[in-house]
């Protein structure tokens, strides 16, 4: 899946395919799995997924920035991030990709 976004449409079809539930029932439950994850997220500002990550809502203050054509500053009004941070397993086994990756390359 290299340089393609990942849909809603292949994570169902990914579940229809491993765990053989109808390609409806497979929508239905991708929807749900994602519905909760952002509810959760709207309610405890935290969703921990073992193996993978967690993300979090991080509120940001009000700041000062810049126009970068006319250089004018502009004030930045306070809001709220999605944040993402990958567990070590992830990170590793990215990282694990990668370096055969270009171990392969540089051969």
Do not use: W
Not at 52 to 66: A, D
Not at 70 to 87: D, Q, Y
């Amino acid at each position: 899946m290299k340089g393609r976004t990942l849909t809603r449409a292949d994570l169902a079809e990914a579940v229809y395919q491993e765990v053989g539930l109808s390609r409806s029932e497979s929508a239905g439950l991708v929807d749900s799995i994602l519905t909760e994850i952002g509810d959760s997220l709207l309610a405890d500002g935290v969703v921990k997924i073992s193996s993978f990550g967690t993300f979090s809502v991080r509120r940001k203050g009000r700041r000062i920035g810049r126009n970068p054509k006319t250089g004018e500053e502009v004030p930045i009004m306070p809001r709220k991030v999605l944040v993402f941070r990958p567990s070590q397993l992830l990170k590793d086994r990215i990282n694990g990709e990668n370096h055969a990756a270009l171990s392969a390359e540089e051969e």
